[in-house]
């Protein structure tokens, strides 16, 4: 799999200011049935960024497990769960949100090519910008801190025939603090991390929203602008899954 477009088919950066986590990762989902079905040529390429504190479940997260939904209550903070695996995430202001939904080839290729087809070209771009990362874990991109390496950003995938999508968080100006007081330690955890506690183990980016934004463009050379997206796919999954509190809750 390679994370540039197909010879003729430039990568597209999809604007598209939707104001709800729900709603975002509705998009995410339904440009990856579009992709399966053959209805999205080449690479489509999104930012965007929560407007408020939100946990976000993998999709085979155990919400008790890993979330404190007494402290979420206090604090306000919504609870959703994504299309994609791996662990539970808080997203919000400061967290840049990226996704690339693209086509790939029969049979699809492994896990670690397809981390390593965004991971690389996303590492490097950032390193470009004025911040050097390192691929750390499976799918993490880490600083390197005195004490050990800080995770920046933690990235998810689901593969469907013929499409992937792969998104996740870079922590650019995000308030850290917040991590631990509504999510408990994970029941899992990369080798590097060591058996860190969230604050000893997260860090930001420091570079700005515009310069994050992008870098990931960059990343994947998404040069041309798209507008349109399909609003009727996402407004049903919003609907019937995304804010449907027995298909988030469904795994205590």
């Given at each position: ?6 010879a003729g088919v430039p990568a597209c950066r999809l604007h598209a200011d939707l104001p709800t986590v729900a709603e975002n990762l509705a998009l995410d989902e339904a440009l990856l049935a579009e ?218």
């Open positions: 799999m390679s994370q540039r477009p197909a992709a399966h079905e053959g209805r999205l040529p080449g690479t489509v390429v999104r930012t965007w960024m929560a407007r408020r504190p939100t946990v976000v479940l993998g999709s085979s997260s155990r919400v008790e497990e890993e979330v404190d939904l007494a402290a979420c209550r206090h604090a306000g903070v919504e609870i959703v769960r994504r299309p994609s695996g791996g662990l539970t995430v808080v997203v919000g202001p400061g967290c840049v949100m990226w996704s690339v939904v693209s086509t790939v080839t029969e049979p699809p290729p492994s896990i670690d090519r397809i981390h390593a087809s965004m991971l690389d070209p996303l590492a490097a771009a950032l390193a470009a910008a004025g911040r050097t990362v390192l691929r750390r874990g499976s799918s993490d991109l880490a600083i390197e801190w005195d004490g050990g390496d800080r995770k920046v950003s933690g990235n998810a995938l689901r593969v469907r025939r013929g499409a992937v999508l792969y998104h996740g968080t870079l922590l650019d100006d995000f308030d850290l603090d917040l991590v631990p007081r509504v999510l408990r330690h994970p029941p899992r955890e990369p080798e590097y991390r060591g058996g860190r506690r969230h604050g000893a183990f997260l860090a930001n980016l420091g570079l700005g929203r515009d310069v994050t934004e992008a870098a990931v463009a960059a990343a994947f050379a998404a040069t041309s602008p798209r507008h349109d997206w399909p609003h009727d796919r996402v407004a049903r999954l919003v609907r019937e899954r995304y804010l449907d509190a027995s298909w988030t809750h469904r795994l205590a």
